[in-house]
């Protein structure tokens, strides 16, 4: 088997890129421009809360990062799609600002592990146009030649959660490794047989990530991994 039979698959947020601040300054102005928009008295947004909901899905984050009981049932559903659109505009704004960067040693990682010939492809439980201004702003697609977000798997009936998409991101390659920041990210490797890479300095919990097969406390650390060495594995 070469490195061109394998893939490494990785997350985004939290993982490749440091958006923390910036995403969640973003998600708390649109939580307080939803509640204006629906005459709701405007709830100071929970960031500890947010922060938590971080690496969700896109549509379970937006009915987690707000506390419910905040907003009259029968407004709910309108509330959480009302703060999808806002949250969604305010963090491709604060992108385009240049208010996130990717973790140091990410760069020289991905282009270390291109050099070697991997395929890399990269997935995201975001909303679509925010992964593609990420890919813009950072200049992903130097490196990844397939990328995928959850909205765009789901609207082309290519996958319904992360498992589905390593599947589809992965096809063609008999050794895939994927590599995340939370739990959904270790599931969807470990329920396709693939092994995983938990990076610690992302927003998942320890706790979280204790079914990886590998654990890193920074983005160089992956090079040293036996998954990353260039030789086929045996």
Known sequence: MTSRDRVIVFDTDGTLMDGRHAIIDAVASALEVTYQHFELPVVSPDRERITLAMGLPAPVFFRTAFDPTTVPGDLRNAFVCEFEVQSTRAEVAALRRGESQLYEGAEETLRALHERGFTLALFSN????????????????RWFARTLSLEYAVRRRLARNKAGMVRHLSAGCRDVVVVGDRVQDIEAGQALGA????????????????????????????LDLPVAAAEARG
């Not at 590998?214 to 160089?220: E, G, L, N, S, T």
Request: aromatic content about 14%; charged content about 30%; overall charge negative.
């Open 195 to 222: 092994r995983t890479v938990a990076c610690r300095y992302g927003f998942g919990e320890e706790a979280e990530l204790r079914e990886a097969d590998w654990y890193v406390d920074c983005p160089r650390e992956i």
């Open 126 to 141: 975001a909303a679509e146009p925010y992964f593609q201004t990420v890919i813009e702003v950072h200049g992903l697609d």
